[in-house]
């Protein structure tokens, strides 16, 4: 019976004693080299008998066939068998560095895939020779060999196929998209790749060029403009916005990159609700409304447009703030144009007018004096209306002559001209804390004018005998002008409403005190122009004081 046996080779020719025969028979051999041992004849000199090609063999050497039945004997008297593994380990042997081979063209670079290629063919070469050595098994390593030397031509051939399906897409694409066909020198040059390559690199060029003349453009733009992704990430902010959230005119145009817009604009509020306009939620579920009013911090009311600039709302927004401050002011003005021309102006005309016709139509006329008085009472009131409502509007809009002043001279000056309307109404004014000179930078007519109203008001809020104290003082960088009375105080409820235009919260109380309660209002606009606020601190029945808080010159 035939029966296939792997020889498990010990080494390569004369690797086993050899004796020749004839110093055998002569008795030149001791008899001790044969004690114990097999002996095999048969013929190993070149030409005569079987020579064998074994993979032990180097050159044109050949093994006698007795050396390679003694190589057999050999394996067998020491237990040392080589065995074909099963087809399945051998299937499996072959496959792992395959797919390894595969995975790493798949998620690794050209580069890096060919060096594991090769490194992956040369372990699985020793890995046969190492595991044949130690455990006795031949595993086959050519199909494995095959396998990696055919895998990274066969995927070079696919990617290229589709990278170049991919660029006459992509160029097909532009095309449509209105993207003109790019002009170049190297755009014919080349095999079919490189000329695909070298227009779609010509088609990046320009659409990198129109994407930094868009990036610019929006630069420029006086509005603020947000770019932002899904998630509300600003990718890209303009100049106006970097000024509107007071990064400063030389902040760098990535200051507000990646940040998060519902952070940045935090202070966006709903001007009916007061809710915060952008929160992540509505980010995350696409509800940003298109269009918005809102009021900051700074209480700017805005208008915030919003726009996803893809068809996709997931994709990305582009938010523009329209400031509205100005049209707002100027509707309220108009607004309080009207309520003073409808309401306040027309009530001394209108009594004039009832007073002419009941003179007319009277069986017992009015003596001409008596006429006259009421007629000039109402006249006087009407101009002195009509003269409030000028003052105040040229404080909102006219241009400040801003020039050195001392504070100390003005308030000085405004009590002096205050004392005739001080001694009909028997009221002390008493000047207390006032420096030498106190610098200040400011329009002197709105300032003495403002600096008036608040002492003429308190002169006419305060009872008879009473005492109006003025003052002056430093509080840090800034100046700090106290008018205090003794009038009836304002309770703490109503203090909100003492600087709007056309209030007046003591009509119940003190009717007899003239005015149309814009001169407050005109106190207000004058210190905010100046850059200081205007403090109040009042108790109900116990006086009011009045602080106008302005800025040191050069401060």
């Not at 051999?29 to 079987?50: E, T």
């Not at 004997?73 to 065995?83: T, V």
């Not at 072959?94 to 998620?107: E, I, R, S, W």
């Not at 700074?298 to 996709?312: A, D, G, V």
Request: net charge neutral; charged share 20%.
């Amino acid at each position: 019976m035939r029966q296939h046996e792997l020889i498990a080779y010990a080494g390569g020719p004369s690797h086993h004693p050899t004796y020749s025969y004839i110093d055998v028979l002569r008795g030149q051999i001791p008899a001790h080299a044969f004690a114990g041992k097999y002996v095999l004849v048969g013929a190993a000199a070149s030409g005569l008998g079987d020579a064998f090609a074994t993979p032990v063999t180097s050159g044109a050497r050949l093994m006698p066939g007795v050396e390679v039945v003694a190589h057999v004997l050999d394996s067998h008297l020491s237990d040392r068998r080589l065995r074909t593994v099963p087809a399945a380990a051998n299937i499996i042997f072959n496959l792992l560095p395959v797919a390894a081979a595969l995975l790493t063209l798949l998620f690794a670079g050209p580069f890096t895939a060919l060096l594991t290629s090769a490194a992956l063919a040369i372990a699985s070469l020793l890995l046969s020779m190492a595991l044949l050595y130690w455990t006795g098994w031949q595993f086959a390593p050519a199909a494995a060999l095959l396998g990696l030397v055919l895998a990274y031509p066969l995927w070079s051939w696919r990617r290229l196929s589709a990278a170049a399906h991919f660029l006459r897409a992509e160029m097909e694409h532009l095309r449509r998209e209105g993207m003109p066909a790019p002009k170049s020198r190297e755009a014919g040059r080349g095999d079919f790749l490189d000329r695909r390559i070298n227009a779609v690199e010509a088609a990046s060029r320009q659409l990198r060029d129109l994407h930094q003349f868009v990036s610019n453009s929006l630069q420029q733009l006086p509005a603020p403009n947000f770019v932002c992704d899904a998630q509300g990430r600003i990718l890209l902010a303009n100049v106006a916005a970097q000024r509107h959230v007071g990064q400063g005119p030389f902040a760098h145009r990535t200051a507000l990159q990646g940040k998060s817009i519902t952070q940045v604009l935090r202070d966006l509020e709903d001007a009916q609700t007061r809710q915060p306009l952008l929160t992540p939620d509505k980010f995350l579920a696409g509800r940003i409304p298109a269009q918005s009013e809102a009021r900051d911090a700074q209480e700017r009311s805005l208008l915030m447009l919003c726009k996803p600039f893809t068809e996709l709302a997931n994709v990305g927004w582009l938010i523009t703030l329209v400031d509205m401050t100005d049209i707002r002011r100027a509707l309220q003005q108009r607004d309080q144009a009207l309520h003073f021309i409808s309401h306040d102006i027309r009530a001394p005309n209108a009594s004039i007018l009832t007073l002419l016709e009941m003179q007319r139509n009277a069986q017992a006329p009015l003596p001409p004096d008596v006429l006259l008085g009421r007629i000039e009472k109402y006249a006087q009131a009407s101009l002195g209306m009509a003269e409030s409502f000028v003052r105040l509007a040229s404080a909102q809009i006219q241009e400040y002559r801003m020039t050195p002043l001392d504070l100390a001279t003005v308030l000085q000056d405004t009590v002096d001209d205050a004392w005739a309307l001080a001694r009909d109404r028997e009221v002390r004014v008493v000047l207390q804390e006032v420096p030498e000179c106190a610098p200040c930078l400011g329009d002197r007519a709105l300032m003495g004018r403002a600096l008036g109203n608040v002492i003429h008001n308190a002169i006419k809020y305060s009872p008879a005998h009473g005492t109006v104290r003025c003052g002056l003082h430093a509080r840090g960088p800034q100046w700090v002008i106290t008018v205090r009375d003794e009038g009836p105080g304002i309770a703490p409820a109503q203090q909100h409403r003492l600087f709007a235009p056309f209030s007046r919260l003591h009509d119940a109380t003190h009717p007899h005190i003239s005015g149309i309660g814009l001169g407050l209002a005109l106190v207000h606009t004058v210190v905010q122009r100046h850059g200081g606020t205007l403090e109040v601190e009042s108790e109900e029945g116990r006086g009011a004081e009045f602080r106008l808080v302005l800025p040191v010159a050069g401060h």
